[in-house]
């Protein structure tokens, strides 16, 4: 997809936004990408402390009665500086649109929800366009295709004064599964790590696809979920819109079966909050068995790619953790330190990559005079199947990466940041066998609240 593509259906989306607002109020726009929410809007209006680029709109009092409504433009510039087998340089980005409506108010349902997540993805992927061979994505915003997707289509209802949530419809498995922050350019550090190394069949956002779920609350900090997905792999089309845009059922032939997610979460009130995630999957859908030697090739940001002529078997699985936690209040908002440590284990039979670890730290407040900027670190690694028939067999693909996060006015984030990916690919080899150097890159990601 082009940039003017974009660039017209944000006019389109921004447009229905203002459209909305004059006939009905305005909403209070949620933020996609996982920094927090915009703060409500200031009776004073200013241009450079608003929370949206084109004013309130009436957006306040439209959440008031029930309604509210997201625009969102994420967009993520990267060059590499080493590795691959040229420099140059990519840009991908997205723009999503979200809107809830709260039943409660709109028709005396309580505890009822409906929630619609459009994505329109646009660009080019960094480690194609200068032949990286690296396992994750080095702009993760890049991928599964530049089209406009369905990415949720939800009914939520609570029960029990809120002790219970059933909720069904179009979903992404990361919507309410696995690790949800996504602040990092490398795929490594962004948004479920069982769909980083297993993509061929855990669908991350923004593909969305058949599901139905229920996260009942043990306890005010402990809470169980599971969820059953339509594992069916023709949710990735890109070519039927019945599929990918319209909440319609792909065919399956055979039938694919089903994905069952199970997790655990523990969340710690008080000053030093934090999401500790403890959990696992199945899924039954036929498959081929990867290991000795089953597995080729990969996929980056997909996984293996299996030999064909192997015997059918079914089932694949994996256990994960996740923990996100507060370590230090220094200021009277968000400002502290922060930290996140995830763990993903595969099936060793099936999985190309069968395990990925990624930990990194986070500050707000970086400077007394930037209470909103940030800085960021991580390191992790993804490791390739020893069983795999590649050069990279055995391997670690091992990221650093590094930014500083500029709030430059109260609607628009700037990310400068830098990356370094010790062995892209496991040891370094590219497809045809030939050793490449470790990858320096060097990225921007600018983040639009409209």
Request: with cysteine; aromatic share 12%; charged share 15%.
């Amino acid at each position: 997809m082009s940039l003017h593509r974009s660039a017209s259906a944000a006019r389109v989306c921004g447009a229905g936004i203002i459209l909305s607002s004059l006939l009905g109020g305005g909403a209070h726009a949620a933020d996609l990408w996982t920094k927090a929410p915009p703060v409500p809007y200031a009776a004073a209006d200013d241009v450079w402390t608003r929370p949206y680029l084109f004013g309130d709109l009436g957006r306040t009092r439209l959440q008031e009665q029930g309604i509210s409504l997201a625009l969102t433009l994420g967009d993520e510039a990267v060059t590499n500086l080493s590795g691959g087998a040229r420099n140059t340089a990519a840009n991908a980005g997205q723009l999503a649109f979200q809107a809830k409506f709260d039943l409660a108010k709109l028709a005396g349902l309580q505890g009822g929800t409906v929630g619609l997540t459009l994505v329109d993805r646009f660009g080019h992927n960094l480690n194609t366009e200068a032949d990286i061979p690296a396992l994750q994505l080095t702009n993760e915003v890049f991928g599964r295709g530049s089209i406009l997707r369905l990415t949720e289509l939800y009914y939520s209802q609570k029960l029990f004064d809120g002790r219970l949530e059933l909720k069904g419809g179009r979903l992404p498995v990361g919507s309410d599964f696995f690790f949800g922050e996504c602040e990092f350019i490398n795929l490594t550090f962004c948004g479920g790590q069982p769909g980083n190394i297993q993509g061929g069949y855990i669908f991350n956002w923004p593909v969305s696809q058949w599901a139905a779920l229920a996260h009942f609350n043990l306890t005010k900090e402990w809470k169980i979920s599971v969820g059953v997905y339509d594992a069916n792999p023709n949710y990735l089309t890109t070519s039927d819109s019945t599929v990918y845009f319209l909440p319609g059922i792909p065919a399956s032939n055979p039938a694919a079966g089903v994905m069952v997610p199970v997790e655990l979460t523990w969340t710690p009130g008080g000053p030093l909050n934090g999401t500790w995630r403890f959990g696992g999957w199945y899924d039954s859908a036929s498959t081929i068995d990867g290991g000795l030697p089953g597995i080729i090739a990969t996929v980056p940001g997909v996984g293996g790619v299996p030999d064909q002529n192997l015997g059918n078997q079914r089932g694949r699985f994996g256990l994960y953790e996740s923990i996100l936690q507060r370590l230090t209040v220094d200021g009277p908002k968000a400002q502290g330190w922060y930290t996140f440590f995830n763990t993903t284990v595969a099936d060793h039979r099936t999985s190309f990559q069968d395990y990925q670890i990624s930990w990194g730290v986070k500050h707000t407040g970086t400077f007394a005079s930037r209470p909103d900027d940030e800085v960021g670190f991580a390191v992790g690694t993804t490791h390739v199947n020893s069983a795999a028939l590649s050069p990279n067999a055995g391997g670690n693909e091992v990221p650093f990466e590094v930014w500083y996060g500029l709030q430059a006015t109260g609607w628009m984030n700037l990310k400068f940041d830098a990356q370094y990916v010790i062995n892209p690919g496991g040891r370094g080899f590219n497809a045809a066998g030939v050793k490449t150097e470790n990858a320096w890159v060097l990225g921007l990601r600018t983040l639009v609240h409209f």
